[in-house]
C-alpha cells in the first residue's frame, strides 16, 4: 500500500491510500478497500471522507468488501451533527450497496461507541450485509479473509498516522496558525531545509499546497 494525495487517489486508488488529520481511506485491491478514523471529524471532514470513499467504491469488482476501523474514536468526540450527516452522506449509496451485495465490516471499540454504530445502522435503514465487532479476527474470517491480511493493510497506515505526531503535525499546527505562510518560513520554524519539509510531505501522500488547503478548510 502507498501513500498518495487525494488528487492521485482519485486517478488510481488500486493500492493506495489517503491520509488525512483525523482520517484514512484505502484501496486494496478491487475487492476490497475501507477507512479509518482516528477521532471524532468534523462535517468538512466528513464531506471529504465520503467523496473518496465514493472512488473506493467506483473501483471495487464483483463481491466488494469494506472495513472501517473507528477502535481509535472515542464516543466522547462523536456529536449529533457527525451522526446526522454520517446519515445524509451514506444514505443516497445505500440501495447500491444492498444491489451489489457488499459486506460492510465495522471494527468497533469496547463501550459506548459500539452502541452508536448500531444506532447508525438502525437510523440509516441499512440493509446490506453488515457487522460490527471488537475482533478484527472475526471481522476477517466474516468478510473472507485472514486477519493478518488485514493487519497489514491497517498497521503501515495507523503507524503512519502516528509519525504525522512529529513533523507533520508540526507543520500542520504551524499552517493552522498561519494559513498563508511560506514553504521557507515553516522550514526556518522547523529548522530544517524546505527540502526535508517537501520530503517528508511526500512520505506520507501529502504536498505543501495540499497541506495549506487543509488548514483554511478548517478555517470556513
Same mark, same amino acid.
Given at each position: 500500500?502507498?501513500?498518495?494525495?487525494?488528487?492521485?487517489?482519485?486517478?488510481?486508488?488500486?493500492?493506495?491510500?489517503? @491520509?488525512?488529520?483525523?482520517?484514512?481511506?484505502?484501496?486494496?485491491?478491487?475487492?476490497?478497500?475501507?477507512? @479509518?478514523?482516528?477521532?471524532?471529524?468534523?462535517?468538512?471532514?466528513?464531506?471529504? @471522507?465520503?467523496?473518496?470513499?465514493?472512488?473506493?467504491?467506483?473501483?471495487?469488482?464483483?463481491?466488494?468488501?469494506?472495513?472501517?476501523?473507528?477502535?481509535?474514536?472515542?464516543?466522547?468526540?462523536? !456529536?449529533?451533527?457527525?451522526?446526522?450527516?454520517?446519515?445524509?452522506?451514506?444514505?443516497?449509496?445505500?440501495?447500491?450497496?444492498?444491489?451489489?451485495?457488499?459486506?460492510?465490516?465495522?471494527?468497533?471499540?469496547?463501550?459506548?461507541?459500539?452502541?452508536?454504530?448500531?444506532?447508525?445502522?438502525?437510523?440509516?435503514?441499512?440493509?446490506?450485509?453488515? @457487522?460490527?465487532?471488537?475482533?478484527?479476527?472475526?471481522?476477517?474470517?466474516?468478510?473472507?479473509?485472514?486477519?493478518?491480511?488485514?493487519?497489514?493493510?491497517?498497521?503501515?497506515?495507523?503507524?503512519?498516522?502516528?509519525?504525522?505526531?512529529? !513533523?507533520?503535525?508540526?507543520?500542520?499546527?504551524?499552517?493552522?496558525?498561519?494559513?498563508?505562510?511560506?514553504?521557507?518560513?515553516?522550514?526556518?520554524?522547523?529548522?530544517?531545509?524546505?527540502?526535508?519539509?517537501?520530503?517528508?510531505?511526500?512520505?506520507?501522500?501529502?504536498?505543501?499546497?495540499?497541506?495549506?488547503?487543509?488548514?483554511?478548510?478548517?478555517?470556513?
Amino acid at each position: 500500500m502507498r501513500a498518495a494525495t487525494p488528487e492521485e487517489f482519485r486517478a488510481d486508488p488500486l493500492g493506495r491510500y489517503v @491520509l488525512e488529520r483525523r482520517f484514512a481511506v484505502w484501496l486494496r485491491d478491487r475487492s476490497i478497500g475501507g477507512v @479509518l478514523v482516528f477521532d471524532g471529524v468534523s462535517p468538512g471532514e466528513l464531506e471529504r @471522507l465520503f467523496a473518496l470513499q465514493e472512488v473506493v467504491f467506483d473501483h471495487l469488482g464483483p463481491s466488494p468488501k469494506s472495513l472501517w476501523d473507528v477502535t481509535s474514536v472515542s464516543s466522547r468526540t462523536v !456529536t449529533a451533527e457527525t451522526i446526522r450527516r454520517t446519515v445524509e452522506l451514506a444514505k443516497p449509496r445505500l440501495d447500491w450497496l444492498a444491489a451489489v451485495g457488499l459486506r460492510h465490516a465495522i471494527w468497533v471499540p469496547e463501550g459506548p461507541l459500539g452502541a452508536l454504530v448500531v444506532g447508525f445502522r438502525v437510523i440509516a435503514g441499512v440493509s446490506h450485509p453488515w @457487522l460490527e465487532s471488537r475482533e478484527l479476527a472475526t471481522l476477517a474470517s466474516w468478510l473472507g479473509e485472514t486477519e493478518a491480511a488485514l493487519a497489514d493493510v491497517i498497521t503501515p497506515i495507523k503507524r503512519a498516522h502516528g509519525e504525522l505526531h512529529g !513533523t507533520i503535525a508540526a507543520i500542520r499546527e504551524h499552517l493552522a496558525r498561519e494559513p498563508a505562510a511560506t514553504l521557507d518560513a515553516i522550514a526556518l520554524a522547523l529548522g530544517c531545509s524546505r527540502r526535508s519539509v517537501q520530503r517528508r510531505l511526500a512520505e506520507h501522500g501529502s504536498t505543501f499546497r495540499h497541506e495549506q488547503r487543509l488548514a483554511r478548510r478548517g478555517r470556513d
